[in-house]
Structure formats: C-alpha cells, structure tokens
T-cell receptor, first 122, second 109 residues
Framework: EAGVAQSPRYKIIEKRQSVAFWCNPI?????LYWYQQILGQGPKLLIQ????????DSQLPKDRFSAERLKGVDSTLKIQPAKLEDSAVYLC????????????????????FGPGTRLTVL | RKEVEQDPGPFNVPEGATVAFNCTYS??????FFWYRQDCRKEPKLLMS???SGNEDGRFTAQLNRASQYISLLIRDSKLSDSATYLC??????????FGAGTRLTVKP
C-alpha cells in the first residue's frame, strides 16, 4: 500500500516570499493533518481535515498560513509571507475515519505520516 | 504549562539495559494515548497505543495513570536499533493529537 506522499521534500526561500506544500494521503483515509515540527520539538498540529471539512485549525496562524483539501483527497498548505521562524519540517499525516476509543483510552486512531517537507527561510 | 510534557533526555544507555520514559499531560479530558517513535530526520511512526490496564508488546510496556495524568514507556533489553526519539501523544476526542517534545534515547554497544 502506498504511503502518504509529500512534495517538495526540501524548499529554501527568502523571508516574505510565499511557499506551498502538497500532500496526497493514503487512499481511503478520511482524515488529514498538517503538522509543523521545529528542530528539537515535537510535531505541532496546524490543521486537521475530515474529508474536505476543517475539524481543528486552532493552532494555525491564519494571518499567514492557509490550507485546503478540495474534493477531500489531496491537500495544500501555503505560507504567505514566510518568516524566519517558519523554518521547520512540515509533516502531513492521514488516518482512517476514527473509531471510538476503547473504554479507558487507547483508541486505534493511528496516524500515518509522510516524509515531510523541510523548509528553510533565509 | 505545555499540554504534554516529557523529559527531553538524552538517555544514553548500554545495550541490554532497561530504560523508562515518563510523560505527563494537563488535560484531564484526554481519552487516547500513544507512543510514537521518530528516527533522526524521519517521520514519526506509531510504536504502541496505551490502554488503561497497561499493555505490553515484546520488550515494550506502556502504562497509563489517569489519576496522576501520567504515561510511561518501559523498554527492556535495549537494542542499538531502539535509538530514536520517543514521542508521547495525547488525544482528547480521538481526532486531535497533541505531541510532547520527545525523549531522545541512544543505546550504545
């Protein structure tokens, strides 16, 4: 089974420029996530889609970041304009439609991550 | 206070050692708990889910203490290949995920 695909793998831009990342989730996965991982930190959720609707975008800096998932499959994440602090790895993940967690926790909502896009803003 | 906190390490242990990682979370409404593994410059991958009764998968044992809002991961008989960063993940409603910063483990010969 093909995994989550992301492109480009690497991107170097200057501050104030714009950049876009693309993600193709695992076929049939309804939920898609974008994360930002700054060096030395854990992934931070930016936005979560279920099909083509937004479930959570509370941590997305909406003044400069935008994301869409047209037709509920592929997704793009855009930064406009970029700042130095946006330098990070941008990870896309997908998961099947979540099933209710088992009593006491431990629901089987595994996320499958793509290889990420490493963004450097100069 | 961060939603999910982990000891960043690094933990440097010899092969064959037993090592334990701890994680605390702040939101008492959290329902699902996971440990992910992330190798250097790679994407995170699910290691194991964490169940209330505790669960074991080979050399790995995960424990959950809801009262203390605490999760642990125990690795027995460490292998060189266990060297990685271990991410604690907490979810409130089986959708959103909150990751800790990770604990780095290096297993040495």
């Amino acid at each position: 089974e093909a995994g989550v695909a992301q492109s480009p793998r690497y991107k170097i831009i200057e501050k104030r420029q714009s950049v876009a990342f693309w993600c193709n989730p695992i076929s049939g996965h309804a939920t898609l996530y974008w994360y930002q991982q700054i060096l030395g930190q854990g992934p931070k959720l930016l936005i979560q889609f279920q099909n083509n609707g937004v479930v959570d975008d509370s941590q997305l800096p909406k003044d400069r970041f935008s994301a869409e998932r047209l037709k509920g499959v592929d997704s793009t994440l855009k930064i406009q304009p970029a700042k130095l602090e946006d330098s990070a790895v941008y990870l896309c993940a997908s998961s099947p439609f979540p099933t209710p967690g088992l009593a006491g926790g431990g629901g089987r909502n595994e996320q499958f991550f793509g290889p990420g896009t490493r963004l450097t803003v100069l | 206070r961060k939603e999910v906190e982990q000891d960043p390490g690094p933990f440097n242990v010899p092969e064959g050692a037993t090592v334990a990682f701890n994680c605390t979370y702040s939101n008492s409404a959290s329902q699902s708990f996971f440990w992910y593994r992330q190798d250097c410059r790679k994407e995170p991958k699910l290691l194991m889910s964490v169940y209330s009764s505790g669960n074991e998968d080979g050399r790995f044992t995960a424990q959950l203490n809801r009262a203390s809002q605490y999760i642990s991961l125990l690795i027995r008989d460490s292998k060189l290949s266990d060297s990685a960063t271990y991410l604690c993940v907490v979810s409130r409603n089986n959708n959103d995920m909150r990751f800790g910063a990770g604990t780095r483990l290096t297993v040495k010969p």
